[in-house]
């Protein structure tokens, strides 16, 4: 049975390993980095701007030219924030107002664990399993400049697409199959670094400590969601009692807050 990787214990512990790190690297990036110290939690002094963001799990390679961060997020976010810690990254190299060199290349991965719930400006949801960001500029034909490797990577397990090639397929099946199907999960074994992740995150491999932590971690999102739910439904409450008082019908209040008409007439007795 496999740990859930949306849990962030399980998942900096997978993470963290020097052999899944260059393995999960090498398949979604494309590139081969030599790295020995990973980091978690990392922050940066000074700060950058006015926001001290802190970064999930982060490593620099061994010659200093790449730097890359691996964010999980079990909830969806606005891109605005994804934008915002990939664009500090290549800022916070910037030690002095006469030096604008970039001398490292950055690479953010974000797995989101939750479907999007965002849409693009016009409107039309977002549903893609893969999505890049490349910093070059391009030409008005469209021909690109390499001025920089920049790259922003977002993965999706929950919009599985046929033309996402196989490399990156075995990772997104790992994170899906560890949450919804961890007793029997079907994966890709013959890949170095998804043989050692499930290794590392097969329960039985968890210490005592690291169940507790993690059993933990899994009941403040529970509490964090009920929380959540129960506020939703005050709010849904509240704008149906605005909805009485203005001498609306059960029927209109439900179509607009989405509760049953039992209690709108709970709510209505309450008055």
């Given at each position: 049975m496999l740990g859930n990787l949306d849990n962030e214990v399980i998942f900096k512990k997978a993470f963290t390993n020097i052999t899944v790190f260059k393995a999960f690297v090498r398949d979604i990036l494309g590139i081969e980095v030599e790295v020995d110290?990973?980091?978690?939690?990392?922050?940066?002094?000074?700060?950058?701007?006015?926001?001290?963001?802190?970064?999930?799990?982060?490593?620099?390679?061994?010659?200093?030219?790449?730097?890359?961060?691996?964010?999980?997020?079990?909830?969806?976010?606005?891109?605005?924030?994804?934008?915002?810690?990939?664009?500090?990254?290549?800022?916070?190299?910037?030690?002095?107002?006469?030096?604008?060199?970039?001398?490292?290349?950055?690479?953010?991965?974000?797995?989101?664990?939750?479907?999007?719930?965002?849409?693009?400006?016009?409107?039309?949801?977002?549903?893609?399993?893969?999505?890049?960001?490349?910093?070059?500029?391009?030409?008005?034909?469209?021909?690109?400049?390499?001025?920089?490797?920049?790259?922003?990577v977002c993965l999706n397990p929950n919009r599985p697409n046929n033309e996402t090639p196989k490399q990156i397929r075995d990772w997104l099946d790992l994170i899906y199959q560890s949450i919804y199907s961890p007793e029997r999960p079907v994966l890709n074994l013959q890949n170095d670094g998804i043989k050692k992740a499930v290794e590392l995150i097969s329960f039985e491999n968890l210490t005592p400590e690291e169940r507790e932590i993690s059993k933990n971690k899994e009941a403040a999102k529970v509490t964090l969601a009920k929380t959540e739910f129960y506020a939703k439904q005050e709010e849904k409450n509240d704008i149906a009692l605005r909805l009485i008082e203005e001498g609306s019908s059960n029927e209109f209040i439900a179509r607009i807050t989405g509760l049953t008409v039992e209690r709108i007439q709970e709510l209505r007795m309450g008055i």
């Open positions: 110290i990973i980091e978690t939690e990392k922050r940066f002094e000074p700060r950058v701007g006015h926001v001290n963001f802190k970064l999930d799990i982060f490593a620099e390679t061994t010659d200093k030219r790449v730097c890359i961060e691996i964010q999980r997020v079990e909830y969806d976010h606005h891109f605005d924030r994804f934008l915002h810690y990939f664009l500090m990254l290549i800022a916070e190299q910037q030690k002095s107002s006469k030096e604008y060199d970039i001398e490292r290349t950055v690479y953010v991965i974000v797995v989101l664990t939750a479907p999007y719930k965002i849409n693009e400006k016009n409107g039309k949801p977002i549903l893609d399993e893969v999505l890049l960001l490349k910093l070059n500029p391009q030409t008005l034909l469209g021909e690109i400049r390499e001025l920089y490797g920049h790259q922003f």
